[in-house]
């Protein structure tokens, strides 16, 4: 049976944003991009890691996966953090995204909570999916 994980940036407040660059994220007036910066350890980058190990699909939002396309398409192959985030499949939900940028896309227009015959999904950046997904969720990581 697959495993499905949902992994959100999340303030203690509530605030869902993506932790990234100053500029990345600024929807709602938010001003805190790069928040995760200064509180960053290798402990992060090492359960990152061994959660990755297994997964072998991710299910993305649409402005999340074109981030993630510049930023890790072009790696080259043994790059580490460029393996893990390249090999799995993506599946995008989005109705706007014309054609996928990223290697081993699909793109899901319709139904966000499609089957996905994985042994384990990796979701990020979708809070508006997550409510119709939660009987099928295996863990949550914030």
Excluded at 6 to 14: A, I, P
Excluded at 118 to 133: D, F, G, H, K, Y
Aim: proline share 7%.
């Amino acid at each position: 049976m697959r495993k499905l994980i949902v992994h959100e940036f999340v303030t203690l407040d509530g605030v869902m944003q993506a932790p990234g660059g100053k500029d990345e994220d600024t929807d709602g007036g938010f001003t805190h991009g790069g928040w995760t910066g200064p509180y960053w350890h290798d402990n992060i980058g090492a359960a990152f890691f061994r959660l990755m190990q297994d997964v072998d699909a991710f299910v993305l939002g649409r402005r999340t996966y074109v981030g993630h396309a510049v930023a890790f398409e072009p790696m080259q192959p043994g790059d580490p953090f460029g393996d893990v985030m390249n090999a799995p499949k993506k599946y995008v939900v989005s109705k706007t995204l014309k054609e996928p940028t990223w290697r081993n896309t699909t793109i899901i227009r319709d139904n966000p909570t499609v089957p996905i015959s994985s042994v384990s999904v990796w979701i990020s950046s979708l809070a508006e999916c997550i409510p119709s997904l939660t009987g099928s969720i295996s863990s949550l990581t914030e």
